[in-house]
């Protein structure tokens, strides 16, 4: 059983483009947090939500918290945005729920 | 910016061995966690750690593993005898107050067993 469902599982763009990456949940979270992990192996935290929306830059989370359903947008992709992108249910214990992730290429 | 740390970057040893990971959270952080990661795979949740005690633990987390923060900015973990599905890349996370913080990674120790 995953706590955390993400969609797509890969996902290739053209430079430029918007982006969109999708995360369900079915546990009850305190927070929900998106990571970045570059093909390096190294892990990134982008946001923390808990509610509405949030950007930075390029990216934009937002999260709908009846639905259980949160959102990665990316406008006007680059190739440096080719990472694996991570959606970690945070319960309400401290303990996380990670989806598989997201790979994304960005081709020039 | 504070940020964790983890050595060795990379272990190879062989099998049957013992390992220890280390990890140095931001010091201000409560809660500390270990993951895995199997080449290709999601990552893993082992262990959560506060207030010097395991708050949780998953079922890869059997008795050949043990956490210990021995001086209170160390955090370790320990394989003790390593097995071949042990090969994986270990994070060691930290997070100051659950439900409002973002977590924080290590870069990873990337442990072969041979």
């Known amino acids: 059983k995953n706590e955390v469902e993400q969609s797509p599982q890969n996902l290739t763009a053209q430079e430029g483009e918007f982006i969109t990456i999708n995360c369900s949940y079915s546990v009850g979270i305190s927070a929900l947090h998106w990571l970045q992990q570059h093909p390096g192996g190294g892990i990134v935290s982008l946001f923390m939500l808990s509610s509405g929306k949030k950007k930075h830059g390029r990216l934009i989370a937002t999260i709908n918290i009846q639905e259980k359903h949160s959102s990665l947008h990316i406008t006007a992709s680059h190739p440096r945005d080719s990472a694996v992108y991570i959606c970690?249910?945070?319960?309400?214990?401290?303990?996380?729920?990670f989806g598989t992730g997201t790979s994304l290429t960005v081709i020039p | 910016e504070p940020e964790v740390t983890q050595t060795p970057s990379h272990q190879v040893t062989q099998m049957g061995q013992e390992v220890i990971l280390r990890c140095v959270p931001i010091s201000n952080h409560l809660y500390f966690y270990w993951y895995r990661q199997i080449l290709g795979q999601k990552v893993e949740f082992l262990v959560s750690?506060?207030?010097?005690?395991?708050s949780e633990k998953s079922e890869i987390f059997d008795d050949q593993f043990s956490v210990e923060r021995p001086d209170g900015s160390n955090f370790t973990l320990k394989i003790r005898s390593t097995k071949l599905e042990d090969s994986a890349m270990y994070f060691c996370?930290?997070?100051?107050w659950g439900g409002g913080s973002p977590l924080h990674f290590g870069n990873g120790t990337r442990l072969t067993v041979t």
């Open positions: 750690f506060y207030n010097n005690e395991i």
């Open positions: 970690a249910a945070e319960g309400t214990g401290n303990q996380f729920y």
């Open positions: 996370a930290s997070i100051w």
